[in-house]
């Protein structure tokens, strides 16, 4: 059984004609022809009924369509794995990554990234954090930048965490302060305006929680929104919003942080499956990633307080992994 024969074959399933199929192989159809009818002999069976023209598949054949397709899917990832250790001249990596983080941190990472190997096809998953565990743990991503700690019954992956970030407050720079001293706490919250996220923004369950916790409900004047829409809404003096402080520093914005004690952060982890490693295009982004984070540390040590820390407190200085949802 030879490739060649197996993506005849799959051109014949798909078309259900061999001259189209020859076309769209871009050989010549009696050279096809003969390719399948070796095949059967090989196999023992007929993969395709042929009467009148028409192409059907029969039973043979339908048990060997799906086998084949992963035989030539793992053909393509095996030749792909090579061209990537060509010095990664060639390749492609999907990343997934909350809205939050693609306004802010994963563009620097991606222009480091693409300077290095301009080769490499750069593919973007932008959702909530718990749509792209569900993503990458199908194997639809290389890797992720998820918020953490995973959700119960989360699928198994490997996480790093990489930084915590503080969520502050934005207002519009032409209304009040929404405090007179420097920092807000949750409970100021009560009964101001607040510009909302779409439902299954991580940043959406993250505030009402906290909102719940100090006892009230959040008032929305506007919800429903994607990163863009929110900091458009509260520039228009719409509201406030909870923001990660990253999207704050580039908004233009007037910026509260939230007194320490609330425990307004969350922690940002880079993850992939468990089960298979990341292909080296794949490792060599995680792998710029650690460097920006250790760069941006080193630009903002003599800057005073960040939004942005590295885990954790008297921690080593390298990141912390675990094996989540083991």
């Known amino acids: 059984m030879q490739l060649h024969q197996l993506r005849y074959f799959t051109a014949v399933a798909d078309t259900r ?7 769209r192989l871009h050989v010549a159809q009696p050279s096809l022809s003969q ?57 492609r990596v999907r990343l997934g990554a909350p809205p939050s983080l693609c306004a802010s941190l994963v563009p620097d990472v991606l222009r480091a990234f693409h300077a290095r190997y301009p080769g490499i096809e750069l593919l973007i998953d932008e959702g909530g954090s718990q749509d792209l565990v569900r993503t990458l743990a199908a194997g639809e991503l290389d890797l992720a930048l998820i918020i953490t700690p995973l959700a119960a019954g989360a699928p198994p992956l490997a996480t790093t965490e990489v930084l915590h970030e503080d969520l502050v407050v934005v207002s519009a720079p032409s209304d009040p302060a929404p405090v007179s001293g420097r920092r807000i706490r949750v409970a100021d919250l009560r009964d101001r305006p607040l510009v909302m996220f779409r439902r299954g923004y991580d940043l959406r369950e993250f505030t009402t929680a906290a909102c719940h916790g100090a006892g009230f409900v959040p008032d929305f004047t506007v919800e429903g929104g994607e990163m ?3 900091l458009g809404f509260v520039r228009a003096g719409l509201g406030l919003a909870v923001v990660p402080g990253m999207v704050a520093a580039r908004s233009g914005l007037r910026v509260t942080p939230f007194a320490a004690q609330e425990g307004m952060r969350r922690t940002i982890a880079v993850a992939h499956r468990k089960d298979v490693a990341p292909p080296r295009a794949a490792r060599e982004l995680r792998r710029v990633l650690m460097e920006h984070l250790a760069e941006s540390d080193a630009g903002e040590s003599d800057a005073g307080e960040s939004a942005v820390e590295r885990p954790e407190a008297g921690e080593s200085p390298g990141p912390k992994t675990s094996e989540a949802g083991s």
């Open 17 to 23: 004609h061999f001259t189209r199929a020859a076309e």
């Open 228 to 230: 863009d829409a929110v």
């Open 35 to 91: 390719q399948i009818r070796v095949l059967e002999r090989e196999l023992g069976a007929e993969l395709f009924h042929r009467v009148r023209g028409n192409i059907a598949l029969t039973d043979a054949g339908e048990a060997l369509l799906p086998l084949a397709r992963q035989i030539l899917a793992d053909t393509e990832t095996a030749r792909r794995e090579v061209q990537e250790v060509a010095q990664l001249r060639r390749g």
